[in-house]
């Protein structure tokens, strides 16, 4: 995304949209001083939870732009723009960008 070297690895765009069950044990370990200390591999890639307890959520509340295919039908409740946002000049053109632009413009007015 606008020139910044990206790194692949295991569930990268989990953490693009994530729910908490903040009474969790494994997420009430995420104190400060470990989400201060960790990597943020060790964040994001989720390594401080067991996978039984990964939930999913459906590609219409994490679509990626990019990398999912646009629906048929349906309506998606959010974009991620993996490449990059139509904030960036260069990236004007982007799947939705129109919505976004629309939004911001709303926003501005």
């Known amino acids: 995304m606008d020139g910044a070297v ?4 295991p569930r990268k765009n989990w953490s693009s ?3 908490f ?3 969790h044990p494994s997420v009430k370990a995420l104190t400060p001083e470990v989400v201060n200390r960790e990597s943020g591999a060790y964040l994001h890639r989720f390594q401080w939870v067991k996978d039984s307890e990964i939930g999913s959520l459906p ?7 990019g990398w999912n295919e646009k629906p048929k039908t349906g309506t998606l409740k959010a974009v991620h723009y993996t490449r990059g946002g139509p904030w960036f000049d260069e990236w004007q053109n982007v799947a939705y960008a129109d919505l976004w632009k629309a939004e911001r413009d709303s926003l501005t007015r």
């Open 21 to 23: 069950n903040c009474d």
């Open 6 to 9: 990206q790194t692949a690895y």
């Open 17 to 19: 949209l994530m729910l």
């Open 59 to 65: 590609t219409e509340w994490n679509w990626l732009e």
